[in-house]
């Protein structure tokens, strides 16, 4: 079964600065994989997804993730945060594009910006 | 074009009380899902569909029942509240978004149980 680590429980960065977050996955073969972004008491919010092709994928509000086979990652990055980042983020694997294929997801990351 | 939506938005119960959150989306997929989300856990799946008429159980289905009423509408239904049900629960749809099937999220309902 595919599994996603998230090794960074909480992450704090200043306006301004730039920001990784870490996401590394277990699963044999190619994996489909996912960025959602939780803003605090709402739903999840899909940033970006990798499916094939280019590994460097850019989303939405200026993030943008790469696709490391040999590293099984799937890092987070923006290159300069603004204060409205602070959400929580999840990373999420699937095996394959079928309607019927649940994700899984890691335990996510909270990102706290200071000023 | 709402997306998913989910009814009630907050909830508390006392133990052993029942009730049903409703999920609806409007995007026309076939697939849909309920999670629910713990501190420190992500998000776990309950119960899936894969289409209208068929259910699956995920990784945490006890204590939960699910009915997918038509193409639009997936219920959860606690039959007796326990307080280790308490959780934000989310639904989700997915679709083929550029060939890609994604999942949308509803807002949530947050679940207190007493």
């Known amino acids: 079964a595919q599994s996603v680590t998230q090794p960074d429980i909480h992450i704090t960065v200043s306006e301004g600065a730039s920001l990784e977050l870490r996401c590394n996955y277990s699963y044999g073969a190619t994996p489909y994989l996912f960025w959602y972004v939780q803003s605090p008491g709402q739903g999840l919010q899909l940033l970006l997804k990798y499916f094939s092709g280019d590994t460097l994928v850019q989303g939405i509000k200026g993030f943008e993730a790469e696709f490391k086979r040999s590293q099984s990652s799937f890092n987070l990055r923006k290159p300069s945060v603004h204060w409205s980042d602070a959400a929580e983020y999840f990373c999420?694997?699937?095996?394959?594009?079928?309607?019927?294929?649940?994700?899984?997801f890691g335990t996510g990351t909270r990102l706290t910006i200071i000023p | 074009n709402a997306g998913v939506t989910q009814t009630p938005k907050f909830q508390v119960l006392k133990t052993g009380q029942s009730m049903t959150l409703q999920c609806a989306q409007d995007m026309n997929h076939n697939s849909m899902y309920w999670y629910r989300q713990d501190p420190g856990m992500g998000l776990r799946l309950i119960y899936y569909s894969a289409s209208e008429g068929t259910t699956d159980k995920g990784e945490v289905p006890n204590g939960y029942n699910v009915s997918r009423l038509n193409k639009r509408e997936f219920s959860l239904r606690l039959e007796s509240a326990a307080p280790s049900q308490t959780s934000v629960y989310f639904c989700?749809?997915?679709?083929?978004?550029?060939?890609?099937?994604?999942?949308?999220f509803g807002p949530g309902t947050r679940l207190l149980v007493l």
């Open positions: 989700a749809s997915s679709g083929l978004d550029r060939g890609q099937e994604t999942q949308y």
């Open positions: 999420a694997v699937k095996r394959s594009n079928f309607g019927n294929e649940k994700l899984t």
